[in-house]
């Protein structure tokens, strides 16, 4: 059964209808995985492991989004962040069913933060889910492309965001996939960049948007391509992007 979703606007500004989390206490953070291309297993722990460190986010994780994606367990959390991509070899419980489509569009709507991390900007592309291409403001989807993972520098757009205040301004990244041509919604703001250097294979001879913000509804979008691997998140740098991106997202407080 098809659903009919309504589309709601979507807003340039930093989140100001977003609903913040509770001041002074952590934000709550759902990882939400279980199927993916990838090492979702290892990426899914560092991440619960590095974001919960400093007590800032407290961090649940579900590998069976079919059980947990309803509207009582969502309402749970301030900030969501998708670590999936439906495939063939994902079991029963990490399929998304219709109700569970509506549970998780209705809680970025409502103002739960979203939170699109590397390759599940892909997920629910054949066909495509058109309002959750919307809800997460783009990304790989079909148009999207990489070389070699290599090293590479991240810069700083001059953008002035809550998020990439006081982050160096470039740093040095390591081997990691650099992705090309990603889909960019309307009323997206780039916040990092990296040069896709046109000597290697691939190479566009442009600078790739590589973290963006939107909004859905309420809900405050934040998507990070980066971090294919244990190697890349181990980056200190994009650790401290992504807490920032989940912070800001959820509506918390950041330094």
């Known amino acids: 059964m098809q659903l009919a979703f309504m589309t709601l606007a979507l807003f340039v500004t930093c ?4 609903v913040a989390a509770e001041p002074g206490k952590p934000v709550k953070l759902l990882i939400i995985t279980g199927d993916e291309y990838h090492d979702w297993k290892t990426t899914s722990a560092l991440m619960r492991d590095f974001l919960a460190a400093g007590g800032k986010i407290h961090v649940d994780m579900t590998s069976t989004p079919a059980k947990d994606l309803t509207d009582e367990n969502l309402a749970k959390y301030d900030v969501l962040l998708l670590n999936y991509k439906d495939t063939s070899k994902g079991g029963p419980e990490t399929k998304w069913s219709d109700a569970n489509k509506e549970a998780f569009l209705k809680a970025v709507q409502g103002g739960k933060g979203l939170v699109v991390y590397h390759y599940a900007s892909a997920s629910f592309t054949k066909p495509n889910w058109a309002e959750f291409e919307k809800a997460i403001a783009g990304g790989w989807r079909t148009v999207g492309f ?3 993972a290599h090293e590479f520098s991240v810069k700083k757009t001059a953008e002035a965001h809550p998020i990439s205040k006081g982050l160096p301004e470039k740093f040095d990244h390591p081997i990691d996939e650099l992705y090309s041509n990603s889909m960019l919604m309307p009323g997206s703001v780039v916040l ?3 040069y896709c250097d046109p000597s290697k294979p691939k190479g566009t001879g442009k600078d790739e948007a590589v973290i963006w913000v939107n909004q859905y509804g ?30 800001w997202a959820a509506g918390g407080e950041l330094d």
């Open 146 to 148: 990489h070389g070699p």
């Open 192 to 194: 990092a960049t990296a």
């Open 15 to 18: 989140g100001l209808n977003a």
């Open 218 to 247: 309420k809900g405050r979008v934040y998507n990070n391509v980066l971090g294919h691997g244990p190697e890349a998140l181990a980056d200190l740098n994009l650790q401290a992007w992504l807490r920032r991106g989940v912070i």
